[in-house]
């Protein structure tokens, strides 16, 4: 997990996965479904596989919430929205963009008010799994220098937001 936000009626979550090399095919034989067994099969089959296992964590999460709840039906209303991330530029602009979302819905004023994102995980508590990793990368193997730089990419992220391009595209 590289970044997150949990806002109430949707959700951003940013991961990384294991380049094909790394990944352990071996894990697969406890996994117990069609997209394993094709997987175990064609090693090509890497993006289908983790389409499926999303699909199932959406499908599973939406029984709990129903059954916790006394609910029917759909969970979530749209189909989720992968996006490669094929540059640096692209990695650091959606990083932002997904702690930018609850002042984006004004849910908060700045980015350390909204307890639900990982953007307060990077400032507070740099020995998750992903901070490091990433400040490191954005401070060019120096973790304090990265951090000063998240925090300009975020503050010029902020001030150059284009609300009115925003409702336009809305719609």
């Not at 697969?28 to 389409?51: M, R, Y």
């Not at 819905?105 to 400032?123: C, F, I, Q, V």
Request: glycine letters at 2%; charged letters at 25%.
């Amino acid at each position: 997990m590289i970044a997150y936000s949990l806002i109430p009626n949707h959700f951003h979550f940013m991961f990384t996965v294991n380049d094909l090399p790394q990944f352990n095919f071996n894990d697969l034989t406890s996994e117990n479904s069609k997209a394993a067994k094709v997987l175990e099969t064609d090693h090509n089959q890497v993006d289908s596989f983790l389409v499926d296992q999303l699909r199932r964590w959406y499908s599973s999460t939406a029984l709990f919430t129903n059954h916790k709840y006394q609910e029917t039906g759909q969970l979530l209303l749209e189909r989720p929205k992968r996006v490669l991330i094929s540059s640096e530029e692209k990695f650091f602009d959606l990083i932002c963009y997904i702690h930018h979302n609850p002042i984006h819905h004004s849910l908060a004023k700045n980015y350390e008010d909204w307890p639900y994102t990982s953007y307060n995980r990077y400032l507070k508590d740099g020995t998750t799994t992903f901070a490091p990793q990433v400040l490191k990368e954005l401070g060019n193997g120096n973790p304090e220098k990265g951090l000063d730089y998240f925090l300009q990419l975020h503050k010029d992220y902020k001030m150059n937001f284009d609300w009115e391009d925003y409702w336009l595209n809305k719609k």
